[in-house]
């Protein structure tokens, strides 16, 4: 039973580690090379979040949104 919980460490220790291991080096010579991966993500959501905030004015300048303040009809 022992060497199954050891076969589980390995695969998660060794294996599915590398590429972080790897980053972890990577930053002690480029900070900005171990974070490309955190920008990309930046740069994705901010994107994302103007994309919305365009579409949320779009559809409250043409009336098309609802601004009804209780969730439920039976709550009139």
Not at 24 to 29: F, I, N, Q, R, V
Not at 40 to 68: H, V
């Amino acid at each position: 039973m022992t060497s199954f919980f050891e076969g589980i460490g390995y695969l998660i220790g060794d294996l599915m580690m590398v590429p972080m291991n790897g980053l972890a080096a990577l930053e002690l010579s480029n900070w900005w090379g171990a974070n490309i991966i955190n920008w990309i993500f930046i740069i994705i959501c901010s994107g994302a979040f103007a994309y919305w905030m365009k579409q949320l004015k779009i559809f409250k300048d043409s009336g098309a949104d609802e601004q009804d303040t209780t969730s439920h009809s039976f709550l009139k």
